[in-house]
């Protein structure tokens, strides 16, 4: 049976670390790549609205909750996947961002956990639909950044 409780995806970016850090911490920066209008300050208990620019996800509203900063190496929020109106009391789940130092770049890992929280009626959809979104994100974060190098 497939472990449907987290999703590890990662890119290699020809780019510092310092430089990809700002891409995934500065909001305006956030936006850009990640396609929405982010309201708000990464802080640590922060609160930000998101409002989706994606394609044929126009206009979706989501919140995400910061949950760690530690410069240049992790960032974390807490969200509710794949849901503009999530269940009342559905847990979230966890959102990490790890970036690590490597020969000639960064090393960008995202993991997604919490999904065996997720009901089960919305867990296989959520987790599917994320497992491709942070690819497609990475891509378009690698895309960003590397076209400046």
Not at 60 to 84: K, L, M, N
């Amino acid at each position: 049976m497939a472990d449907l409780s987290r999703i590890e995806r990662s890119v290699f970016i020809r780019a510092p670390r310092a430089r990809v850090w700002r891409a995934i911490t500065n909001v305006a920066e956030f936006s850009a790549w990640f396609r929405v209008v982010a309201e708000g300050e990464f802080a640590p208990g922060a609160r930000v609205r998101m409002t989706s620019t994606h394609p044929g996800c126009e206009g979706i509203v989501f919140f995400i909750e910061i949950a760690d900063v530690e410069p240049e190496r992790t960032f974390s929020w807490r969200w509710h996947p794949g849901a503009q109106q999530p269940p009342e009391d559905e847990p979230q789940t966890l959102v990490e961002f790890h970036l690590t130092e490597e020969d000639g770049g960064t090393r960008v890992t995202v993991i997604e956990s919490g999904f065996e929280q997720i009901s089960l009626a919305r867990r296989a959809a959520a987790f599917e639909d994320n497992t491709k979104g942070w690819e497609f994100q990475l891509n378009a974060l690698d895309g960003y950044v590397g076209r400046e190098v």
